[in-house]
């Protein structure tokens, strides 16, 4: 009874893996109520954190995938990250006694828990940076006939045949603008920065030969990213005074539809980005890039020290950071059910 009943929970997580690998190829989070339709869960319904957390082991061992929840529309890095400090101090207070009245303000909180689930790549960033290195060895010049680019390989990564370059190239650019904008960038103000890099409203992404998508223009792409998750448009009822706007213009703000990409408006992080692309991330590779062009400029008879280099990389972190408002998401320290990681991982 104990081995059929142990088979069961098996074949359960290997259908709940399959479940979501489905719909991460959609690019479609999904929640447990989806899975009870898809009937996956059987009589397992009560077991649901303790199959999902095995699910977890099977996808991260197998596929090199973890499931990780999304946080709800709205609740950004900041004010996630200021909900967890309430929450630990009304911890504290209420185990020490000391004020018993913060732990029920604290729940008077909007809740940023959705039990909505996407999936990611749970490879090290040291181990991909490795595999990338290797590829990039490989990728032909630009006097190569571009037929090379059709033509497989051996490498374990091969970015060339990927069919999203262009498109995750612009998502990062504007997250990039987004998070030095203090987490908000107001939609006119994302279009002069486009407009500055010759992106009219009919460019489309580059491609490579192997991109199965359709040519995508800059405004369907955008809209694209917010219905998928990657950004959140966000329409102001009110006027902005001076400063900025109110709180309460902020408390009357709409999350406006993926399809809603007007004028008005202005564009967060949505919880797919901070999933898989992290704050903290994204203003290393910032970093990188603005290093790796002064090095280039640089005077090449002083070349810099790796001290001087390190000191650099950290003062533009300092700025990203400042930029932003508060500190950076690590996207790596996100809560993965069954999955322990430790601090010292996320290199």
């Keep these: ?3 059929s009943q142990a088979a069961l929970n098996e074949s359960t997580v290997r259908d709940l893996a399959r479940y979501a690998l489905i719909n991460e190829l ?3 989070p999904f929640k447990r109520e989806d899975i009870s339709k898809a009937e996956l869960l059987g009589t397992h319904g009560r077991q649901f954190d303790k ?5 977890n082991i099977e996808l991260t061992s197998v596929f090199g995938m973890e499931l990780v929840e999304m946080r709800s529309r709205g609740c950004n890095a900041g004010q996630v990250d200021l909900q967890n400090t309430i929450k630990r101090h009304s911890m504290k207070n209420s185990q020490a006694n000391e004020d018993e009245d913060v732990p029920m303000k604290s729940q008077k909180g909007k809740s940023s828990s959705t039990k909505q689930y996407v999936l ?3 490879l090290k960033p040291s181990l991909i940076k490795k ?5 990039d060895d490989e990728i032909p010049d630009n006097d190569a006939n571009e037929d090379d680019w059709s033509q497989p390989n051996d490498s ?4 060339k045949h990927g069919d999203e370059l262009g498109h995750m190239g612009i998502l990062g650019f504007v ?3 987004i998070l030095m904008h203090g987490r908000a960038i107001d939609n006119s103000q994302l279009l002069i920065y486009f407009r500055r890099l010759k992106i009219g409203e009919n460019w489309q992404p580059p491609s490579t030969p192997a991109c199965a998508h359709p040519p995508t223009q800059l405004t369907r792409l955008l809209s694209d990213f917010a219905k998928q998750g990657y950004l959140e448009h966000v329409k102001h009822d009110g006027k902005a005074g001076r400063g900025g706007p109110s709180q309460a213009s902020n408390n009357r703000q709409s999350q406006t539809g993926a ?3 007007s004028q008005d408006g202005e564009w967060h992080w949505g919880a797919r980005a901070e999933i898989e692309f992290g704050e903290t991330q994204i203003a290393e590779f910032m970093s990188d890039v603005y290093c790796s062009a002064q090095g280039t400029a640089a005077d090449q008879t002083q070349p810099e020290t790796h001290a001087a280099q390190h000191a650099r990389h950290e003062k533009l972190i300092q700025d990203i950071t400042k930029s932003a408002g508060s500190a950076l998401q690590d996207s790596s320290q996100l809560h993965v059910p069954g999955i322990f990681k430790p601090a010292a991982e996320a290199s």
């Design 51 to 55: 199959l999902l957390e095995k699910c």
């Design 120 to 122: 990611r790549s749970s």
């Design 156 to 159: 374990i990564l091969d970015w």
């Design 1 to 3: 009874m104990a081995e």
């Design 26 to 28: 959609k690019r479609r």
């Design 175 to 177: 997250l990039a603008l």
């Design 131 to 135: 595999i990338t290195q290797i590829v």
């Design 259 to 261: 399809n809603d990409s």
